[in-house]
């Protein structure tokens, strides 16, 4: 009984963390050159020097998210309104000598 128990929790904590966004990003980035990662953010990423054998390669994404009403399922006089935000997503990859990616970051962000 134990034994199953101890498999149904280690199942559920793999299965949650290879959904997440870093592990996708490691999965479908590492090895990629700068070529690929333009490609498919469809932008040209900003290029940091870090060292003479490491750079950093960020792609940025902002969007405003307006105010909405937000249903409470009653009626009421006056209705809660959630506040405009501004959403910006922070793609961050680091390249190593050859060009290829060697470690990726995400960075989610709201600022009202």
């Given amino acids: 009984m134990k034994t199953t128990r101890y498999f149904i929790i280690v199942t559920i ?15 479908q980035f590492i090895g990629q050159d700068k070529k690929a990662l333009d490609e498919y953010f469809e932008q040209t990423g900003i290029v940091v020097p870090i060292s003479e054998e490491r750079q ?27 506040p405009s935000v501004q959403k910006t997503q922070k793609f961050t990859f680091y390249l190593d000598k050859n060009g290829k990616v060697t470690e990726c970051k995400y960075d989610l962000s709201y600022q009202q």
């Fill in 56 to 82: 950093m390669v960020v792609y940025t994404y902002s969007k405003a998210l307006p105010s909405i009403t937000v249903n409470k399922g009653v009626t009421t006089l006056d209705p809660m309104v959630s």
């Fill in 13 to 27: 904590l793999l299965s949650v963390l290879s959904c997440s966004v870093q592990s996708k990003l490691n999965h």
